[in-house]
């Protein structure tokens, strides 16, 4: 005899398509008066920084609280980082446009898994729309295609990952390596390539870091001698990675030279475009990435520059049918056929398993506002990036580290005395961040501190950077009057 099993009513709670309308609709006023307030009122704080113990505790307490739901997301906004906010001019993480976020809660609740086509027909499809745009931008031909995944770092890996088994002697995949092998790249690259060698087997030996220039690009000339040295020493080099752009002053390599390079070496050849490969979509700007075409993979970050929230990267591989060789495996259960090439089974070229539905966050808004948005977001943002530049530039005390060719900015506060500028710029971006006015970062160039900004929301303008540079000024003089 079959028995009934009675089903909690919690559980059947969960799924309530009116407390999904009734919170929802409340959610959404509760957020868009957010967006209102950190878009028009700037004396708002950027973020109300706590002590990690402190805010531990808060939310420690909050667990027991009586307070309703709303009070609850009013409690997270209060507490979060306000990348909306105009002054909010610090790490590289897209001020995400609302159609963008609105379509990641279409993508939460459907929960579609992406990774096989059958969890995943209209992401599939849209992803291959959106990957094929980007390909297209580089100037790629139709041998081209990518996907999309979670992160620059993730997809930075990936492609050295192909990289690897395409220019390895043998199949690494199947048998490992027995070859010392190795990657060049700039100094100035992102940690996580870094990581990535790493992670490949390379060890330390095998990322073999070439110094830039004083603009902070790859010194091109130097690349021959450091191959040669690395042969030398019994290294096996694979790629080459090329930064467009690097992360701490967003200056573009020599890709042109690069590619060529790679190519008279038969080496593989990577631009991490993670921060600034969108320049792909700008007539002004493109110039900047150029010879990005002749690259064996390029990754681009929409969720850098290019309006969409965290995380959506493209990955784009100039030769598609090298992107499959990447992890030649049998997963049986979930394909029919490991060697079949299906760009609607994006699983077999990820490292994801189960995906996110990220397509959806930037098909929106190219399907809301065109492709050209893309375009309208880079140009502003380099445009401001120069003009605050400029503004840096014209003012006594103040110190530019270089004219940026994108939209970071470094600069640093040198009227003081005989002081320790590293520390007082330190205390100046501390004293900033308390008062929550704007929030910008710091970076080390060499042995110097410097103030770095990223300007990633369109809605900042000159009056923002005027009030900066004026508030800097404030709290220095508070600093020296303390000495
Ligand atoms: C941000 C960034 C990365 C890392 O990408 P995530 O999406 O944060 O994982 C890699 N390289 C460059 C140049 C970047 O700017």
Request: charge should be negative; hydrophobic fraction near 40%; charged fraction near 20%.
């Amino acid at each position: 005899m079959k028995e009934s099993i009675p089903i909690d009513e919690l559980l059947e709670q969960l799924y309530s398509p009116s407390d999904f309308r009734e919170i929802g609709h409340e959610l959404v006023d509760v957020l868009a008066d957010h967006l209102d307030q950190v878009q028009s009122q700037k004396e708002l704080p950027v973020l109300t920084y706590q002590h990690p113990e402190k805010e531990l505790t808060y939310w420690k307490d909050d667990m027991s609280s009586d307070t309703g739901l709303m009070d609850f997301y009013k409690k997270i906004l209060e507490r979060s980082i306000h990348v909306h906010h105009p002054r909010y001019i610090g790490h590289q993480v897209a001020v995400p446009a609302v159609i963008s976020s609105l379509s990641g809660l279409v993508a939460d609740l459907l929960s579609n898994g992406t990774g096989v086509y059958e969890m995943g027909m209209a992401s599939n499809a849209l992803e291959k729309i959106v990957t094929d745009f980007v390909s297209k931008k580089i100037g790629y031909g139709s041998d081209a295609a990518g996907f999309l995944t979670s992160g620059g770092t993730l997809a930075n890996l990936t492609a050295l990952l192909a990289a690897r088994q395409a220019k390895a002697p043998g199949s690494v995949w199947e048998h490992g390596h027995h070859e010392n092998l190795a990657v060049l790249v700039s100094e100035e690259a992102h940690y996580c390539i870094d990581r990535a060698a790493r992670i490949l087997g390379f060890g330390s030996a095998g990322i073999i870091k070439v110094p830039a220039n004083n603009s902070y690009q790859i010194e091109t000339s130097l690349l021959e001698q450091y191959l040669i040295e690395a042969t030398n020493n019994g290294l096996v080099v694979i790629a080459v990675v090329g930064c467009a752009s690097s992360t701490s002053t967003g200056s573009y390599d020599d890709l042109e030279a690069m590619a060529t390079f790679a190519k008279h070496n038969n080496l593989w050849f990577h631009v991490d475009g993670a921060h600034g490969a969108g320049v792909v979509f700008s007539k002004k700007y493109k110039h900047l990435a150029k010879g990005i075409e002749k690259a064996d993979s390029v990754v681009l970050d929409f969720h850098k520059m290019l309006l969409t929230p965290s995380l959506t990267t493209a990955l784009i591989f100039k030769q598609a049918t090298t992107s499959y060789k990447t992890f030649e495996q049998k997963a049986q259960y979930l394909w029919d056929s490991q060697q079949s090439r299906e760009w609607y089974n994006s699983g077999k070229r990820t490292f994801e398993c189960t995906k996110l539905m990220m397509s959806i966050k930037v098909y929106s808004i190219m399907r809301m506002y065109g492709t050209d948005i893309f375009e309208k977001n880079i140009n502003r943002l380099f445009d401001l990036g120069k003009l605050f530049a400029q503004m840096i530039s014209n003012r006594n005390g103040f110190e530019l580290l270089v004219n940026p060719e994108a939209n970071i900015v470094n600069f640093r506060y040198i009227n003081i005395a005989s002081e320790d500028l590293n520390t007082f710029n330190s205390t100046i971006r501390e004293k900033l961040i308390l008062s929550g006015k704007f929030y910008i970062v710091q970076t080390l160039i060499g042995d110097h501190r410097y103030l770095r900004t990223s300007i990633m929301n369109p809605l900042t303008s000159e009056e923002d950077f005027e009030a900066l540079l004026d508030e800097i000024e404030y709290i220095a003089s508070c600093l020296r009057s303390a000495i």
